[in-house]
């Protein structure tokens, strides 16, 4: 009895005490996730991730930021949203180019105050980021992303907590994958036979088989693969074949134009193969007759015959709509720059990159304050402002260039009618080489990317979203990891 | 540490103003010197043919070696060589035995960092300056002295000016000095016979503009020396 009286005693201290200990709020905690959770070798990944950072104190994080294994390096980071920060409007962005850095607060002369982001989201409110890993091609096996959340010590212990994302290798695909130009435009005179060769190769694994058809095009109605058409100056060579993981074929394309008046003319390719993705991939073929002959008054050209072999005058420009087949038609040594960890606000142009392949880049319109705004982190160049006239112009000012891609999309940095910054809506993106070649697109994100090789040098190209969202709001253009070189 | 930091604060405002005054506007050349109170600057040149301080409160010199035959033993030096390119957080230096004590960055008005090259000082922002600044409560200094020069947006020193402000820490501007700049290995520096709060060194924008260039400059500093004017 005095046992059970004892143990019931010893029970409501128990619980009385508790009652009256202040409950421990702590600091910060963190967790999340990541979309994708797989990663690609040999370059710049995206992910989105779904934070969500929380404090018990209603207190703050002074830095959030990422580390990662060696080799792979922080090419941008960009909130989705704000984080409902306080106090601390321009959190630094530190560490773009290496393997840890992210947003630290500015404070001087040390970290101290309410944090930059809050750790007291309201209800529903997502804490979104998009990372920029540039993974080398060396890299394989697992990738630990680790986030780690530092809090502003106005909670209780922890006041640090850390997230690892563990990011999958893609590897190779497993299945064979066809990656060929999407598209290949031919300027020629007329009585001549051009010969153009088309790449077909396999950036997957097990062995590709593809056979060619031709089809109509009028440049309006959507091809019919299905109903195979000929043209009579179109001859292809060979119509069929087999392609080993990593290798590629040469389909030699002959447009003749011995019978053809100055004008357009158009073809359609269809390449059906075993890629389970794409089994069909559909090329559309254009061929402009030159109404005016070529101003070389002796038709015998450099390799000593009359058919245009060596192009002299013609233009062919195909356009890749794959990294991957884009680069296979590059040659060594060519440049790419993801405009990591650039100074950021308000810049008059021009810049210049390039070593190699020097370019000059211009925004505009510009205005007294700079032509670009460029934001901390974004690792990317844009204007000041979107809209119709908006526009990101490259020229090189160096050695010849007849291969430039990129990745090329539509970025909502901020909008007056929403909270979230850095959406990528999709965007109709309009690109103009120097010779008049407009290509139009809908990107939907920024792994949207637009390759051009020419058989003449390309001597200027502009980016531009002439038309504004469903909302009525213009998108912002932007290119990022640019590659820029010469074609093989 | 937060009442050493009001103190600093309030003097590096009066610097950001005296900065902005001195240097007008980004778009416009800088104050003349005829502005300047006379007597502020008694200039030094490479030759030492004036190696007399006199009264002056603030000698300037345009030759590193003079200045620093100008310097009582036991100044600090910094030629940044540790520093890593991009941005960074304000830059703390201390002897740690309370003999130097002051930081670099971007300024009390700037919310941006400073953007660093290979083993110099740059800022990320085209219209920060870069500030070298120590409080009432550090051990004070009386010479200040650095390698000074406009940089593109890629870090690359080019054509332009740096407009250098010298506060005290009375408040007053010690001296302002505007340079021509011919890259990396032009120098100014400073000796006054008063404490010193800060350097501000800013690079306004070339007017007018130059066809096909930017007319953007960013300041960028290396080899600093702090210490006292010799007895």
Redesign the interface.
């Known amino acids: 009895m005095i046992a059970s009286n004892l143990l019931r005693a010893t029970t409501f201290a128990g619980v009385l005490a508790c009652a009256f200990v202040p409950l421990a709020h702590a600091d910060i905690a963190l967790d999340g996730t990541s979309t994708p959770t797989t990663y690609a070798r040999g370059r710049v990944n995206s992910f989105l991730l779904d934070l969500h950072v929380v404090s018990d104190a209603f207190a703050g994080v002074d830095a959030l930021t990422f580390e990662l294994p060696p080799g792979v390096t922080l090419s941008a980071v960009r909130k989705r949203n704000t984080f409902t920060f306080c106090s601390d ?2 959190p ?7 393997g840890t850095g992210g947003w ?1 607060q ?1 404070g ?3 970290l101290d105050g309410c944090g930059s982001f809050a750790g007291s989201p309201d209800p529903g409110e997502e804490q979104i980021v998009i990372v920029d890993l540039d993974v080398p091609a060396a890299y394989s096996g697992d990738l630990p992303l680790t986030v780690h959340a530092l809090g502003d010590g106005n909670g209780d212990p922890p006041n640090e907590a850390d997230l690892v994302l563990t990011l999958a290798d893609e590897g190779a695909p497993p299945q064979p994958v066809v990656a060929t130009a999407s598209k290949l435009a031919l300027a020629v005179d007329g009585g001549v036979a051009n010969v153009q060769v088309l790449a077909i190769g396999n950036t997957g694994a097990g062995t590709l088989a593809y056979t060619i058809t031709t089809a109509a095009s009028d440049g309006v109605t959507p091809p019919d693969c299905g109903v195979p058409v000929t043209q009579p100056w179109l001859a292809v060579a060979p119509m069929s074949g087999t392609v080993a993981a990593g290798a590629h074929d040469d389909v030699a394309l002959t447009f003749d134009t011995g019978t053809l008046a100055a004008g357009d003319y158009g073809a359609t390719l269809c390449i059906a193969s075993n890629d389970a993705a794409q089994p069909m991939r559909v090329i559309p073929l254009g061929l402009h007759v030159n109404a005016t002959p070529c101003a070389a008054a002796d038709r015998v050209f450099a390799n000593g015959f009359e058919d245009d072999a060596d192009g002299r005058c013609s233009q062919a420009l195909r356009t890749f709509d794959d990294r991957d087949a884009f680069l296979a038609t590059v040659a060594p040594g060519y440049e790419t720059n993801a405009f990591t ?13 390039g070593n190699a392949y020097p370019y ?1 880049v211009t925004a505009g319109p510009g205005y ?1 304050i ?1 032509d670009f705004y460029l934001f901390d982190g974004a690792g990317e160049l844009s204007t000041v402002s979107p809209g119709d006239t908006s526009r990101l112009t490259i020229t090189f000012t160096g050695t010849s260039v007849t291969a430039i891609g990129g990745n090329v999309w539509g970025q909502m940095f901020q909008n007056p009618t929403v909270i979230e910054m850095n959406m990528q809506p999709p965007t109709t993106i309009r690109i103009e080489l120097d010779d008049g070649t407009v290509e139009t697109f809908v990107a939907t994100s920024q792994q949207d990317f637009r390759g051009f090789v020419s058989t003449r040098p390309i001597h200027a190209i502009t980016f531009g979203t002439p038309l504004p969202g469903d909302d009525g709001e213009y998108v912002w253009g932007v290119f990022d990891n640019l590659v820029v070189g010469n074609a093989r | ?1 937060t009442a050493t ?1 009001l103190p600093t604060l309030a003097l590096l405002a009066l610097a950001a103003s005296a900065a902005s005054a001195s240097t007008t506007s980004r ?1 416009g050349a800088a104050a003349p010197r005829e502005n300047l109170p006379v007597g502020v600057l008694d200039r030094v040149f490479a030759s030492g043919s004036d190696t007399i301080r006199g009264g002056s409160p603030v000698t300037v010199y345009t030759d590193r070696a003079a200045f620093l035959a100008a310097l009582a033993p036991g100044y600090a030096a910094h030629d940044f060589s540790e520093i ?7 830059i ?1 230096y201390t002897d740690g035995a309370d003999a130097w004590h002051y ?1 670099v ?1 971007t300024g ?1 008005f700037a ?3 400073l ?1 660093d090259g290979a083993g110099f000082i740059s800022t ?4 920060d300056p870069i500030s070298v600044a120590t409080s009432i409560f550090d051990p004070p200094f009386t010479a200040i002295g650095a390698n000074v020069w406009p940089s ?3 870090l690359q020193p080019t054509s332009g000016q740096v407009v250098l402000t010298v506060l005290m820490q009375d408040g007053t501007i010690g001296a302002s000095e505007t340079v021509d700049t011919s890259g990396p290995d032009d120098f100014r520096g400073f000796v006054a016979n008063a404490p010193i709060a800060g350097l501000f060194v800013d690079a306004p ?1 070339i007017d007018p ?1 130059v066809p ?5 400059r ?1 300041p960028t500093l290396d080899n600093l020396v702090i210490g006292s004017a010799a007895p």
């Open positions: 409007v321009h630094l962005v530190d560490g773009m180019g290496t630290y500015l001087w002369p040390a960890a650039l100074r950021t606000g308000y810049v008059h142009g021009p810049l210049h990159f000059a007294d700079g | 540490m930091r778009s890593a390119p991009g941005t960074s957080q304000p703390e930081i960055f009390v919310t941006h960092p953007y990320d922002r085209v219209d593109d947006f890629s924008e503009p096909g260039e930017s007319q953007d960013w």
